[in-house]
């Protein structure tokens, strides 16, 4: 048998709660120093977060690559100051962003990510739309897309404006095609 270990007694930094690791805390975020746990999502969702980095990948530009489930800090606090860190479902980046995470050891940082989605689940839906909505627009990510897997399958694309965070730029159902932040276009019927 395995005891869920007890939460820290403090707001974290970023740097802390990287030190936590998988191992000890599964599936977790942190917002504004408080670690916010998860359950483990869904196949439906794992698949559909798959394949959809999966079409990005086959039509990215050679400089950005797709990451599923990676910590990215959000720099929305000062280094010593309770931290927010996210894990979207894909995060679109610059490719030359990994190896520094690698030789770090730490976590993307907000400014390598051009586009951050997030797929919902009955339970992140209000998380989606409203937190991470808000957090990472504050935190200057460019592009932001939430996936619905609700029948039928939706994506709505947001585009960050400096003075109202993000605007809804498309709501699509069937097939999304987009030229920004690049060119692409996803079956929706197929992450399914």
């Known amino acids: 048998m395995t005891a869920i270990p007890l939460p820290p007694t403090h707001l974290l930094t970023v740097r802390e709660y990287l030190s936590l690791g998988e191992d000890e805390y ?7 120093g408080s670690l916010v746990m998860s ?8 698949v559909a977060a798959y394949r959809l980095a999966a079409a990005l990948d086959q039509q990215l530009p050679d400089h950005l690559e797709p990451i599923l489930d990676i910590d990215v800090d959000l720099l ?11 894990r979207p479902d894909v995060a679109v980046v610059h490719k030359a962003a990994r190896p520094r995470v690698h030789a770090e050891g730490g976590s993307l940082r907000a400014s390598d990510v051009v586009l951050a989605v997030e797929v ?19 935190a200057g990510i460019p592009h932001y897309w939430i996936v619905d897997l609700d029948d039928p399958v939706t994506l709505l694309a947001c585009r ?6 993000y605007v809804e ?5 069937h097939t999304f095609t987009a030229t920004e932040p690049f060119a692409v276009t996803i079956g929706l019927d197929q992450l399914y």
């Open 120 to 138: 919902t689940s009955p339970g992140s839906r209000r998380t989606d739309n409203v937190i991470k909505r808000l957090e990472y627009a504050d």
């Open 39 to 46: 359950p483990s999502p869904i196949p439906n969702h794992n």
């Open 76 to 86: 929305l606090a000062p280094a010593d100051g309770p931290g927010t860190c996210r």
């Open 169 to 173: 730029s498309q709501h699509a159902t």
């Open 26 to 32: 599964g599936r977790s975020e942190l917002q504004e």
């Open 160 to 165: 960050r404006h400096d003075e109202l965070g």
